[in-house]
């Protein structure tokens, strides 16, 4: 048979129990979805403190131009002609439309390799 259960409160009692933790735990949610709403917390951020947010973004604007605004030092030689300027400017131009026309060429090359290679270990292919 079943047994008595050891309290001694009644139905009602425990559901109005359950009712009001059920409104904590859905109140606690609530609270924890607001805290981990970072859009709406910048956005608020943003409206608070407008002049703070454009005077950073301002800021950083100009320090990453300053840092792009870096000149080239450039050596003459006796003449006034630049000293080894062009040929290095040339080479790399060439190895990178090398690697730009070679690498859709070898591409399905070098996936078979490593799916061969991923096949011996008893891994699955890859996909594509």
């Not at 805290?35 to 950083?60: D, Y």
């Not at 840092?67 to 080479?91: C, M």
């Not at 439309?97 to 070098?110: D, H, N, R, W, Y």
């Amino acid at each position: 048979m079943a047994e008595k259960s050891g309290s001694d409160q009644s139905n009602a009692e425990l559901r109005r129990r359950i009712s009001a933790s059920r409104a904590e735990v859905a109140r606690n949610v609530g609270g924890l979805q607001y805290e981990l709403n970072f859009p709406l917390k910048i956005k608020k951020s943003f409206q608070r403190n407008t002049v703070f947010w454009v005077g950073s973004a301002l800021a950083l604007g100009l320090l990453v131009a300053l840092l792009r605004a870096r000149t080239q030092k450039v050596y003459l030689g006796g003449i006034g002609k630049k000293v080894g300027g062009n040929k290095s400017l040339l080479e790399g131009g060439l190895i990178l439309s090398a690697i730009k026309l070679a690498g859709p060429l070898l591409q399905p090359v070098v996936m078979g390799y490593f799916a061969k290679k991923m096949a011996k270990r008893g891994a699955p292919p890859p996909r594509n």
